[in-house]
């Protein structure tokens, strides 16, 4: 199916253990971006990816490490789990010239969430 | 920096009120993009509008409106007759334009609950 999913969609960890979460979309959309939810807080850029092999720190990048061997995968992972990364952590993503789902240049098109807790 | 600020934490109205979500954006960029998201509590992201820097034309589309002020750095959105199906929270967003991938900040969001 067309579209972005990231899984696991709830996962439960421990304080220290390394955690990794996957993010896929099959529109081939140049441009990948990591946020993460928390009350108070909006949403947060973690990291984001303007192509394969390029990636740059966001607002929040402390803790975590991403990677993009291939256009349509951007997976994120925390390294180190603490508890302060528990949190509801969404993949978006978008094309150049927003000819594609999204309707717009710089339009996002998110997953469905990926809800972690740290322990 | 850019930099998204919706005051207003939480609204509570009732259903068939209109309702007025208040945004105000700060950048240094000529060329921006704002956004309208909203978040039922199914969780998922859903976009609603675009406006880009250079179209101050207000909006309608249905019930919803925005309402875009370059002199008050403002991009508000309104529901008139609000229903209960408009309970979400909905968040601002800024976006400047392809520098560093087109990132949108987004403000903290605002929780609009309509009560029957």
């Known amino acids: 199916d067309a579209g972005i999913t990231q899984s696991p969609r709830y996962k439960i960890t421990e304080t220290g253990r390394q955690v990794t979460l996957m993010c896929h979309q099959t529109?081939?959309?140049?441009?990948m971006f990591w946020y993460r939810q928390d009350l108070g807080h909006g949403l947060r850029l973690i990291y984001y990816?303007?192509?394969?092999?390029?990636?740059d720190k966001g607002e929040v990048p402390d803790g975590y490490v991403v990677s993009r061997s291939k256009t349509e995968n951007f997976p994120l992972t925390l390294e180190s789990a603490t508890r302060s990364q528990t949190s509801v952590y969404f993949c978006?993503?978008?094309?150049?010239?927003?000819?594609?789902?999204?309707?717009?240049?710089?339009?996002?098109?998110f997953g469905a969430g990926s809800r972690l807790t740290v322990l | 920096a850019q930099k998204v600020t919706q005051a207003q934490t939480e609204i509570s109205v009732v259903e068939k009120e209109d309702v007025t979500l208040d945004c105000v954006y700060e950048?240094?960029?000529?060329?921006?993009?704002l956004f309208w998201y909203k978040q039922p509590p199914s969780g998922e992201l859903v976009f609603l509008i675009r406006?880009?820097?250079?179209?101050?034309q207000n909006e309608i589309s249905g019930r919803y409106s925005w309402n875009f002020q370059k002199s008050t750095s403002s991009f508000n959105f309104t529901i008139t007759a609000s229903q209960v199906v408009d309970s979400a929270v909905y968040f601002c967003?800024?976006?400047?334009?392809?520098?560093?991938?087109?990132?949108?900040?987004f403000g903290d969001g605002t929780t609009l609950t309509v009560k029957p």
């Open positions: 950048t240094r960029d000529t060329t921006y993009y």
């Open positions: 990816s303007a192509a394969a092999d390029i990636t």
């Open positions: 529109w081939s959309h140049s441009y």
């Open positions: 967003a800024l976006s400047e334009g392809d520098t560093n991938a087109g990132k949108s900040t």
């Open positions: 978006a993503s978008r094309d150049r010239f927003g000819v594609s789902p999204g309707s717009g240049a710089n339009v996002l098109t």
């Open positions: 406006r880009n820097s250079f179209d101050e």
